[in-house]
């Protein structure tokens, strides 16, 4: 058995910012227009007239003040509020694969590791830009590594998820170093003409290389253990899929082709699942929520995770004791908790725990036990 540690992140950002305000006007526009073209139905009391957002109501209910997208052409557009990508050909690498590689890119530099030291890769994102090939194994090809690939999608807990099967494997000998890639270009399956959403998402792809700790040359971080749980739920849903076309009403535009969630029953129900699964995984490993220097967290909504914070640590946390990145990069789904874990690691000293845990639709749950080394 070998002990598997995180080696190297690395964190791609997009190009274009999207700012609250920004947002904003051009739903309004879009809520304006709407009312305009079915006026005579809303009289009518058959549809609902949209209400205009602001950017104190977005800020009140998330805790976002921006978030970054691949592009803003056709968000902006009342008309269309959903994003403009170009063609590409399949002989061209997928925008998945694209931005995958540039994030572990930034990873394997940060880990000493060649890409063609890489034994596993596993895509880990809520949606999948294609069903097969997987996403994976494009990424594996264009990165030069080994061994073999997968795609994995437990919607916002996969980067957790993918790190458990991943060192998993590690622990077991399977595979030496391991590339869990999380691109989530979560602006293509977003409802940006949904109100009570529209704010919510944006776009990031980040990188985790995992590997034996004995092969570590530079600081990293000991995998202690891994806890994943998942309990159904409807009340985080997208039913788009290849069988759309095949029923009757599969090609209209319909409201549940893209993300669709009952946000209060959410936070009601996630917040004592997730705090009681950290509690029952820190019990199991010996390990109070004391001892804890991090806890970060998937990256959802504030106050959800301030009251996380509260529950697990018996205490209101303390300034970086739960690092929030909501302000600057909105949802990204998996990749939340890692970009946090990104950019508030290097502080930590040599002995101290922490502990990364992501959790949505499904419901699911992901921890991971982290040691600084």
Same mark, same amino acid.
């Given at each position: 058995? !070998?002990?598997?540690?995180? &080696? *190297?992140?690395?964190?791609?950002?997009?190009?274009?910012?999207?700012?609250?305000? /920004?947002?904003?006007?051009? !739903?309004?526009?879009?809520?304006?227009?709407?009312?305009?073209e079915n006026a005579a139905a809303i009289a009518a009391g058959t549809v609902a007239a949209k209400e205009h957002s602001s950017p104190e109501f977005i800020f009140k209910a998330s805790g976002i003040l921006q978030r970054y997208v691949l592009t803003k052409d056709g968000l902006l557009d009342p008309a269309r509020m959903y994003p403009r990508f170009?063609? &590409? %050909?399949?002989? /061209?690498? %997928?925008?998945?694969?694209?931005?995958?590689?540039?994030?572990?890119?930034?990873?394997?530099?940060?880990? *000493?590791?060649?890409?063609?030291?890489?034994?596993?890769?596993?895509?880990?994102?809520?949606?999948? /830009?294609?069903? !097969?090939?997987?996403?994976?194994?494009?990424?594996?090809?264009?990165?030069?590594?080994? *061994?073999?690939?997968?795609?994995?999608?437990?919607?916002? %807990?996969?980067?957790?998820?993918g790190i458990q099967a991943a060192s998993d494997m590690i622990r077991a000998g399977t595979v030496r170093n391991a590339l869990v890639v999380n691109p989530e270009i979560?602006?293509?399956?977003? /409802?940006?003409?949904?109100?009570?959403?529209?704010?919510?998402?944006?776009?990031?792809?980040?990188?985790?290389?995992?590997?034996?700790?004995?092969d570590a040359t530079a600081a990293h971080f000991k995998i202690r253990s891994c806890r994943c749980a998942t309990e159904f739920s409807n009340n985080i849903r997208n039913n788009n899929g290849f069988l759309r076309r095949s029923r009757p009403d599969g090609m209209a535009d319909r409201r549940d082709m893209q993300f669709v969630q009952e946000g209060r029953k959410v936070f009601k129900e996630v917040v004592p699942l997730v705090s009681a699964h950290i509690l029952a995984h820190l019990a199991a490993e010996g390990t109070s929520a004391a001892a804890l220097k991090r806890l970060w967290l998937h990256q959802?909504?504030?106050?959800? =995770?301030?009251?996380?914070? &509260?529950?697990?640590?018996?205490?209101?946390?303390?300034?970086?004791?739960?690092? =929030?990145?909501?302000?600057?990069?909105?949802?990204?789904?998996?990749?939340?908790?890692?970009?946090?874990?990104? &950019?508030?690691?290097?502080?930590?000293?040599?002995?101290?725990?922490?502990?990364?845990?992501?959790?949505g639709a499904g419901y699911s749950v992901g921890s991971v036990l982290l040691e600084r080394a």
């Open positions: 058995m !070998y002990q598997p540690a995180i &080696r *190297g992140t690395g964190v791609f950002v997009p190009p274009e910012v999207l700012t609250n305000e /920004e947002l904003v006007a051009a !739903y309004n526009r879009h809520a304006d227009w709407f009312n305009a170009r063609q &590409r %050909s399949d002989d /061209e690498p %997928s925008l998945m694969a694209e931005i995958a590689l540039k994030a572990a890119e930034v990873a394997l530099a940060k880990a *000493g590791v060649a890409p063609g030291e890489i034994d596993l890769v596993i895509c880990a994102a809520s949606n999948m /830009e294609r069903p !097969y090939p997987a996403i994976a194994i494009e990424i594996q090809n264009l990165l030069g590594a080994g *061994g073999f690939a997968f795609d994995m999608n437990v919607a916002c %807990s996969s980067a957790t998820f979560t602006s293509g399956h977003l /409802e940006w003409r949904d109100r009570d959403c529209h704010f919510i998402f944006g776009d990031v792809c980040t990188a985790t290389v995992l590997g034996r700790a004995e959802a909504n504030k106050g959800m =995770n301030d009251l996380i914070g &509260r529950k697990v640590l018996g205490h209101d946390p303390l300034p970086g004791e739960t690092p =929030n990145v909501l302000q600057e990069f909105a949802n990204t789904s998996s990749a939340g908790s890692i970009i946090a874990f990104d &950019r508030s690691s290097d502080a930590m000293a040599a002995g101290d725990l922490g502990l990364i845990c992501s959790f």
